[in-house]
Structure formats: structure tokens, C-alpha cells
Nanobody, 119 residues
């Protein structure tokens, strides 16, 4: 059974930091591209950051220089280190695992973790 479980969300003041974790089980983690998405109230879900199997990373312009995605294949876990947080970063953050050889069918979402940034 595949499980993708996010943790680490919470309430933080503007300018603060949080680290999100996403643990995946039941998949060959190292061959999956891992991504963080977020969805704010009344808005569409948006891609925040992606880390490829080889470690290459990509970020949304809105988080470049503030967020860092990383992965630990030994722990089947992907992280999102968030610094200099802004109120507009408030959202539910979701983790997604995608196997690039079958991206249309072989993907899994976590249940999300709430991040709230107060001004």
C-alpha cells in the first residue's frame, strides 16, 4: 500500500522558517520525481518546487531564494525548507510523487499540511 505523508506545518510569524517533511512508503522512492505544491483558499493548486531523481531542482519564481527542496533516498523522504516566510505563503502544502516513466498514471499525493504565516 502506497502512503505519502506530509508533516511539519504550523503557524509561524512573517520572516520565520519552517521545514516540511514528506515520507513516502510502498514505492521505489529513488526513481520518483518529488514535488511540493500548495493551495491557498480560493486559489488553484500551484507547483512550488520539484526535485528530480538525480537531484536537480526547480522552483516557482515566488519562492526562489527562500525555499529549498531536498531528498533523502535512504529515508524515503523529501523536505521543503522554507525561510523568510510571508503571509502569502499561507496555504495547504501537498507532496506529490511521480514516476517519470509513467507520469500520467503512476503518481501519488499526500493529504497536505497547513502552513499559516501571520503578519
Amino acid at each position: 500500500q502506497v502512503q505519502v505523508v506530509e508533516s511539519g506545518g504550523g503557524l509561524v510569524q512573517a520572516g520565520g522558517s519552517l521545514r516540511l517533511s514528506c515520507a513516502a512508503s510502498g514505492i521505489g522512492f529513488s526513481v520518483y520525481v518529488m514535488s511540493w505544491y500548495r493551495q491557498a483558499p480560493g486559489k488553484q493548486r500551484e507547483l512550488v518546487a520539484t526535485i528530480a531523481t538525480g537531484g536537480n531542482t526547480n522552483y516557482a519564481d515566488s519562492v526562489k531564494g527562500r525555499f529549498t527542496i531536498s531528498r533523502d533516498n535512504a529515508q524515503n523522504t523529501v523536505y521543503l525548507q522554507m525561510t523568510s516566510l510571508k503571509p502569502e505563503d499561507t496555504a495547504v502544502y501537498y507532496c506529490k510523487a511521480v514516476r517519470p516513466t509513467d507520469w500520467a498514471r503512476d503518481y501519488y499525493w499526500g493529504q497536505g499540511t497547513q502552513v499559516t504565516v501571520s503578519s
